[in-house]
């Protein structure tokens, strides 16, 4: 079946521009997360999707960072005003759920957002 | 705060020689701990998940092996295709969702 799928899969962008990326998780999935892999550091969590529930946004390291997760199953990552130390790989992930008996997380390819 | 380290950073193998990657974790309270594959320009790849001390998962030439205080990837006779970043990951019990920690990955590469 169908993967969780990221696009672009590539942004270039200056700095000071918003940017949104999107991710469209594993059909069935609930539990939706955006991951943040810099260089040269492990992957961060940076936001939790459950169902229709509120947002876990504990991980966002700014308020130029948000997200929303329409219907429950499409999400869009927004960046405002991007800064340099923006740039890393984006990568969404989806489960089965997120609560209760420990889920395996899915990984999209990621989004490779460069800012100049 | 969750800590998750992994060792070595990189390890260079020739084909057919068997060896083993670290992960050391901590925890209040251990979920789950898992293992990851990620090739260059690629998601991470679920290998394992591990829930308590003691147990153990095989996959082909990969075996994963848990400890109350770390987790061990076996990697036996291994092939050039094994090569890869092989990132660990923890949840915590005490989180109420199931975010996952990443270690910092070990890059293996094998030589035919």
């Known amino acids: 079946g169908a993967g969780v799928s990221q696009s672009p899969s590539n942004k270039v962008t200056e700095k000071g521009k918003d940017v949104e990326l999107r991710c469209d998780p594993i059909?069935?999935?609930?539990?939706l997360y955006w991951y943040r892999q810099s260089l040269g550091q492990g992957l961060e969590f940076l936001i939790y999707?459950?169902?229709?529930?509120?947002?876990?946004k504990s991980g966002l390291p700014s308020d130029r960072f948000s997200a929303e997760r329409t219907g429950g199953s499409v999400s869009t990552l927004t960046i405002q005003r991007t800064q340099q130390e923006d740039s890393a790989v984006y990568l969404c992930?989806?489960?089965?759920?997120?609560?209760?008996?420990?889920?395996?997380?899915?990984f999209g390819p990621g989004t490779r957002l460069l800012v100049l | 705060e969750d800590q998750v380290t992994q060792s070595p950073e990189a390890l260079r193998l020739q084909e057919g020689e068997s060896s083993s990657l670290n992960c050391s974790y901590t925890v209040s309270g251990l979920r789950g701990l898992f293992w990851y594959r990620q090739d260059p320009g690629k998601g991470p790849e679920f290998l394992f998940t591990?829930?308590?001390a003691g147990e153990e998962k095989e996959k082909e030439r990969l075996k994963a092996t848990l400890t109350k205080k770390e987790s061990f990837l076996h990697i036996t006779a291994p092939k050039p295709e094994d090569s890869a970043t092989y990132l660990c990951a923890v949840q915590e019990l005490a989180t109420g969702f199931q975010k996952l920690v990443f270690g910092t990955g070990t890059r293996l590469l094998v030589s035919p």
């Open positions: 992930a989806s489960s089965f759920s997120g609560q209760g008996l420990s889920q395996t997380q899915y």
């Open positions: 059909s069935g999935h609930t539990a």
């Open positions: 999707f459950q169902g229709n529930s509120a947002p876990d």
């Open positions: 591990l829930y308590s």
